[in-house]
C-alpha cells in the first residue's frame, strides 16, 4: 500500500467527499472490485495514515458513504461486506452534474465562461467542442 500524506490523499477530496471519506473511497476505487470487510479497513487506514483510528469513527465515514450511495453493503455469513456503488468516472460525473446545476444553473455556457475567464478560447478548443456537441446530439 502507498503512504500518503494530507496534502496528496485524494484527488477528489474538494469535490463532496472528507478527506476520510475520500481515503476510504480510494481504498475501495483501487481494490477494484473486491468487496472489503471493516476489519480490512481498520489496517489499511492504520497503514496509511499517521492516525489512530476509532472503530466508531470508521463505521461513522462509513455510514456516511453508505448514506451518500457511494457504498454498497453485502452480507458475507454475519459479515458485512462494503463496495464502491460507483466507478470513479461514474462519482466524476455525477458529481460534475451536481456542480454545474448548484455553480451554474446548469448552464455549460456560465460554466466555460467562468473557466476562461471571459476570455476568448482558441480554434483548437472550439472545434473539439462543436465535435462534442454534435456527438451528443445524434
Known amino acids: 500500500a502507498v503512504r500518503r500524506g494530507v496534502e496528496n490523499m485524494s484527488k477528489i477530496t474538494d469535490t463532496g467527499m472528507s478527506r476520510s471519506e475520500a481515503l476510504i473511497m480510494d481504498y475501495l476505487w483501487e481494490e477494484g472490485t473486491n468487496g472489503k470487510m471493516f476489519s480490512e479497513f481498520m489496517a489499511y487506514l492504520s497503514n496509511n495514515t499517521e492516525k489512530v483510528w476509532a472503530k466508531q469513527t470508521v463505521n ?79
Open 60 to 138: 461513522t465515514f462509513l455510514r456516511r458513504l453508505i448514506d451518500k450511495g457511494l457504498i454498497r453493503t453485502e452480507m458475507r455469513g454475519r459479515k458485512k461486506v462494503y463496495y464502491a456503488a460507483l466507478t470513479i468516472p461514474e462519482y466524476e460525473k455525477v458529481r460534475t452534474r451536481y456542480l454545474l446545476d448548484e455553480l451554474y444553473e446548469g448552464s455549460v455556457i456560465r460554466f466555460l465562461s467562468a473557466l476562461t475567464g471571459g476570455r476568448s478560447i482558441n480554434e483548437t478548443v472550439a472545434n473539439n467542442l462543436r465535435a462534442m456537441i454534435e456527438e451528443e446530439s445524434k
